[in-house]
């Protein structure tokens, strides 16, 4: 499904409008092996409606901003809305519209842009869930927009309550035997603004997870923000629980394999550190945890503000 009008057509008018893609219907793969589904909008995706298979697995691609002269083109998944790919590759991104930076793709997909002047450039709604059930899961969001009130324009939000899952879980099974890699994306670069490049929010009132899954024995989570707003990377990410433990929730094959890139610097998240002084980390750091990856990357042992 495309905005773009086809090229060699004699006779074609393309169609008057914004180049929104707008899903209100559902979407359901029941039958045939493996196929495609691919979203391609000039400007704004908005998935309203759960998109899913059941037989064979659906590769299944979110592309906004294919419009080389426009400086908007989001995505946005609504609450309560899922994608369930049966192990097809999930990609939620877009082309970049005009900005070069953003037409660089990264694991499979390039950059979404921000909706309007006011909105994210993705957004992953309040329990929604994004399932590729063994496949890999790419999500790429690039802002240029600057904060205004209350409004949010960050690259990549994730709701509260929301489950990104690359886990294949057998018929019956808890617990994912496999997973895919989950690669998360989010940037801002415009006007000095207290934007973040990645927000994911925590359920109020300690009512539940927000979740991010691949499995215990295969599969990565790397989450890449970065804002202009600050050097040290205090804007890259957000993910405050307000003090409620365990309300954002990770869960990857090892410690190694749960990575954070903050404007650039790469930062591994090391069980130890939870609930210790840097002082206390600094001095129980173990080559098994806190390993350096070969160079230029470096890899340390943060420790949370909040566990």
């Known amino acids: 499904m495309s905005t773009v009008a086809p090229g060699g057509l004699s006779g074609y008018t393309a169609p008057s409008g914004s180049g929104d893609i707008t899903v209100n219907s559902a979407i359901a793969k029941t039958a045939g092996g493996d196929a495609t589904l691919t ?8 998935v309203n409606q759960s998109i899913t298979s059941t037989s064979g697995a659906l590769g299944l691609t979110l592309s906004a ?32 519209g005009s900005l070069a930076d953003a037409q660089t793709l990264s694991n499979g997909i390039g950059y979404a842009l921000n909706a309007s002047a006011s909105l994210e450039a ?73 934007v973040f490049g990645v927000k994911i929010e925590n359920p109020s009132g300690n009512s539940g997870q927000t979740t991010l899954s691949a499995s215990t024995t295969t599969g990565s989570i790397r989450i890449e923000g970065s804002s202009t707003y600050d050097v040290d990377g205090s804007y890259a990410l957000n993910m405050a629980t ?25 930062k591994g998240w090391c069980s130890h550190t939870v609930g210790r002084t840097p002082a206390a980390v600094a001095a129980t750091r173990t080559a098994a945890c806190c390993r350096s990856p070969p160079a230029p990357t470096t890899r340390i042992c943060t420790p949370p503000t909040t566990p």
């Open 122 to 194: 993705v957004s992953i709604g309040s329990s929604a869930r994004v399932l590729s059930r063994g496949g890999d899961i790419t999500i790429n969001g690039y802002s240029t927009q600057p904060k205004a009130g209350s409004n949010d324009t960050t690259g990549v939000r994730i709701g509260a309550s929301a489950i990104i899952d690359s886990g294949y879980y057998a018929p019956g099974a808890v617990d994912a035997a496999s997973g895919g890699y989950i690669n998360i994306s989010g940037k801002y670069a415009g006007p000095a603004s207290t």
């Open 242 to 266: 307000g003090g409620l433990a365990g309300n954002i929730y990770f869960n990857a094959y090892s410690v190694a394999d749960l990575i954070f890139i903050l404007n650039g610097v790469s």
């Open 39 to 46: 979203l391609r909008a000039d400007r704004n995706i908005a």
């Open 65 to 96: 901003a294919n419009n080389a002269s426009g400086a908007l083109g989001g995505v946005r998944v609504a609450s309560g809305v899922t994608l369930d790919s049966n192990g097809g590759k999930i990609l939620i991104g877009g082309a970049g």
